[in-house]
T-cell receptor, first 114, second 115 residues
Framework: AQSVTQPDIHITVSEGASLELRCNYSYGATPYLFWYVQSPGQGLQLLLKYFSGDTLVQGIKGFEAEFKRSQSSFNLRKPSVHWSDAAEYFCAVGSDNYGQNFVFGPGTRLSVLP | GAGVSQSPSNKVTEKGKDVELRCDPISGHTALYWYRQSLGQGLEFLIYFQGNSAPDKSGLPSDRFSAERTGGSVSTLTIQRTQQEDSAVYLC?????????????FGPGTRLLVL
């Protein structure tokens, strides 16, 4: 079964600074990889996903993520953070859509300083 | 168009009572998922529906939890004899199909508090 780790429970950055959120996974083959964002009191919104092809994936809100097979990582990046980016970010990994084959990481909470 | 909706948005109940949580998926979405998000935790998969059938109930934590889906649309998650450890946010998601990697669209969740 897959597993996902997000090593950083909480990250604080200043507005305008760059951001990188880490995601590492354990899976035998190339999985499907996702990043979701959850704003306070909201459901999860998909930022981007990777299936195959170009390992650098562009998403919404200026986010991008890079799949690195050798490091089993799928880190999320943004060059310049906005105050509205403060939220909880979840990495998800799966070979299927549900159950034990689709796993969310524990999340990273992002705080943005003015 | 309308997204996934859930009701109620908040529910406070007493230990031992039954609760019903409702999910209205996006129209035309055949797959529906329930998750539980406890404080400070990630998402825990509960159950998946394809149409009205539930091929995977493996995530339901106990026999106090059940779910059904009617007409390939609305789904209800029922928790019987609620316990304090059931307190969590219950999230519903739907996807157009169930092919691997289909994007899941999430509702805002129902926040359940068991006193």
């Amino acid at each position: 079964a897959q597993s996902v780790t997000q090593p950083d429970i909480h990250i604080t950055v200043s507005e305008g600074a760059s951001l990188e959120l880490r995601c590492n996974y354990s899976y035998g083959a190339t999985p499907y990889l996702f990043w979701y964002v959850q704003s306070p009191g909201q459901g999860l919104q998909l930022l981007l996903k990777y299936f195959s092809g170009d390992t650098l994936v562009q998403g919404i809100k200026g986010f991008e993520a890079e799949f690195k097979r050798s490091q089993s990582s799928f880190n999320l990046r943004k060059p310049s953070v906005h105050w509205s980016d403060a939220a909880e970010y979840f990495c998800a990994v799966g070979s299927d859509n549900y159950g034990q084959n689709f796993v969310f990481g524990p999340g990273t909470r992002l705080s943005v300083l003015p | 168009g309308a997204g996934v909706s859930q009701s109620p948005s908040n529910k406070v109940t007493e230990k031992g009572k039954d609760v019903e949580l409702r999910c209205d998926p996006i129209s035309g979405h055949t797959a529906l998922y329930w998750y539980r998000q406890s404080l400070g935790q990630g998402l825990e998969f509960l159950i998946y529906f394809q149409g009205n059938s539930a091929p995977d109930k493996s995530g339901l934590p106990s026999d106090r939890f059940s779910a059904e889906r009617t007409g390939g649309s609305v789904s209800t998650l029922t928790i019987q004899r609620t316990q304090q450890e059931d307190s969590a946010v219950y999230l519903c998601a739907s996807s157009l199909g169930s092919a691997p990697g289909e994007t899941q669209y999430f509702g805002p969740g129902t926040r359940l508090l068991v006193l």
